[in-house]
């Protein structure tokens, strides 16, 4: 089952995020990625393999001094394992980063809708189809916790999934259906993970999400 870190606070994101997912590696998976925000862009790098090639992979956006991050391994469903089916994956313009555990079950019909809409889809993934989703609800509401409510409605299966729009940068929003997620409590700062392991070196107070919360 993939791994899922989040982190948002005050300290750097990078080494807490790439931490947590070594800490998650024994879930298997076959590919990693981490999204960082930082000089009001955000970054991403991603690659087949380990989370010691992620490392390698990441070192042009590792010392950008990012207080908040994603990182995700995957366990390849829907397209095969490579660098671009790998996680954060992106809205057209970049704006969106979006990763995500499980299975969306209706990915095609989704996926079919927004080709009829002009979306153009960089990888085979159905998560792809979330992050697209999230930028049309966005771009019709202008609110982003309104937006991500929409899709996760629109959603069938068992999933996690985490998003953050440079329009907000003081915001992670999560859900879940089916597929564990745990909120990490800090002082000044707040952690994401599948599982506590992704950040119990940092904190020991814990909340599990509840089935359809955001």
Not at 13 to 40: C, F, H, Q, T
Not at 112 to 120: I, S
Not at 170 to 175: G, M, N, P
Request: some cysteine.
């Amino acid at each position: 089952m993939c791994g899922i870190v989040g982190y948002i606070g005050f300290r750097e994101a990078y080494p807490i995020v790439i931490k947590g997912l070594k800490r998650l590696e024994y879930r298997g998976y076959d590919s990693a990625g981490i999204m960082l925000y930082a000089d009001n862009e955000i970054k991403i790098a991603k690659t087949k393999g380990k989370v010691s090639d992620l490392e390698e992979k990441s070192k042009a956006i590792a010392s950008s001094k990012a207080t908040i991050g994603m990182g995700h391994t995957r366990w390849a469903t829907h397209g095969v394992p490579n660098d671009v089916n790998a996680h954060p994956h992106c809205s057209g313009d970049g704006s969106i980063a979006l990763i995500h555990n499980g299975i969306i079950e209706n990915f095609a019909e989704l996926k079919a809708e927004l080709l009829e809409d002009g979306v153009t889809f960089a990888s085979e993934t159905d998560t792809e189809v979330a992050a697209h989703l999230v930028a049309k609800e966005y771009e019709a509401s202008g609110d982003l916790v309104e937006a991500f409510r929409q899709v996760v409605r629109k959603l069938h299966g068992a999933f996690t999934i985490l998003v953050m729009h440079e329009d907000v940068p003081d915001l992670v929003l999560a859900a879940r259906r089916n597929a564990p997620l745990v909120i990490g409590l800090g002082d000044g700062e707040n952690f994401l993970g599948s599982d506590v392991a992704a950040f119990v070196e940092h904190t020991k107070r814990a909340i599990a999400v509840g089935q359809d919360e955001i």
